[in-house]
């Protein structure tokens, strides 16, 4: 059987802590890092993410088959784009005025397709992004699970949407594949489906109620 995919998950905030903990419950091997020693973080992982090693950053991508952005993205800029090559890059990432001040690149369009653009190494596939971290946690519910939530997926790469639909769906989401990092628009913050929990089916009615109103 094929070893199950190692993620790096950089940024041991709100969000990372919580998207590292459901990838070691659902099987996955994780290393979390910030952009600091990992000393630091060290008991605090034993803690509260036990299972997960800390690591430099450049190390636990350089290990890595997924790493996922969980960054504010106003620090996006300090990551060296190539230590990301050849990677298949989550990010989980929204641009937020309020924390992140104004950032005039990202005032308009999608913020993946941004990152994208900067990462061209990478494989860039935006997901984990439009639920809060304590629901994401919360609300996970296995495969067939009543009222089991779903979770957006949208890369322009259909092998690497598929391996991250596969890891929602493995830690605790219907995967909703939608076609393009472009359609992953709806995903971010203002878009139909950010902030709020929906099944499956509430989930595809409100992204295509949203399409609806576009047209
Ligand atoms: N909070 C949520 O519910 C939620 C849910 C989904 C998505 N998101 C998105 O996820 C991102 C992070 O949100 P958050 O609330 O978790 O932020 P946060 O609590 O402020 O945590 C940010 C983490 O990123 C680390 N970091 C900053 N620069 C880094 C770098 N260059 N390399 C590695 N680590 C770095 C920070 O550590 P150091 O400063 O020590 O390096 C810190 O551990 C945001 O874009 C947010 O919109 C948040």
Same mark, same amino acid.
């Given at each position: 059987?094929?070893?199950?995919?190692?993620?790096?998950?950089?940024?041991?905030?709100?969000?990372?802590?919580?998207?590292?903990?459901?990838?070691?419950?659902?099987?996955?091997?994780?290393?979390?890092?910030?952009?600091?020693?990992?000393e630091d973080?060290?008991?605090?992982?034993?803690?509260?993410?036990? =299972? !997960?090693?800390? +690591?430099? $950053?450049?190390?636990?991508?350089? /290990?890595?088959?997924?790493?996922?952005? %969980? &960054?504010?993205?106003?620090?996006?800029?300090?990551?060296?784009?190539?230590?990301?090559?050849?990677?298949?890059?989550?990010?989980?990432?929204?641009?937020?005025?309020?924390?992140?001040?104004?950032?005039?690149?990202?005032?308009?369009?999608?913020?993946?397709?941004?990152?994208?653009?900067?990462?061209?190494?990478?494989?860039?596939?935006?997901?984990?992004?439009?639920?809060?971290?304590?629901?994401?946690?919360?609300?996970?519910?296995?495969? =067939? !699970?009543?009222? +089991?939530? $779903?979770?957006?997926?949208?890369? /322009?790469?259909?092998?690497?949407?598929? %391996? &991250?639909?596969?890891?929602?769906?493995?830690?605790?989401?219907?995967?909703?594949?939608?076609?393009?990092?472009?359609?992953?628009?709806?995903?971010q913050p203002?878009?139909?489906?950010?902030?709020?929990?929906?099944?499956?089916?509430?989930?595809?009615?409100?992204?295509s109620q949203?399409?609806?109103?576009?047209?």
């Open positions: 059987m094929r070893a199950p995919s190692r993620l790096a998950v950089l940024g041991a905030g709100h969000v990372g802590p919580v998207i590292a903990r459901l990838a070691i419950k659902a099987g996955y091997p994780v290393a979390i890092a910030t952009s600091g020693d990992p973080i060290a008991l605090i992982t034993e803690l509260i993410i036990p =299972g !997960a090693q800390p +690591r430099w $950053a450049s190390d636990a991508v350089a /290990d890595a088959d997924i790493v996922v952005l %969980a &960054i504010p993205l106003h620090r996006f800029g300090d990551i060296d784009p190539t230590l990301l090559d050849g990677k298949l890059v989550v990010d989980a990432m929204n641009y937020w005025p309020a924390s992140d001040g104004v950032l005039s690149a990202f005032e308009h369009g999608g913020s993946s397709e941004i990152v994208a653009r900067r990462l061209t190494g990478s494989t860039v596939v935006k997901a984990l992004n439009h639920i809060g971290y304590h629901e994401l946690e919360d609300r996970a519910r296995p495969a =067939g !699970a009543p009222n +089991r939530p $779903a979770a957006g997926v949208a890369g /322009d790469d259909p092998a690497a949407a598929a %391996a &991250i639909a596969s890891l929602l769906d493995r830690i605790g989401y219907d995967p909703v594949r939608l076609e393009s990092l472009r359609a992953g628009r709806v995903l203002g878009g139909p489906v950010f902030g709020v929990v929906l099944t499956l089916p509430e989930f595809e009615r409100a992204v949203n399409a609806r109103s576009l047209t």
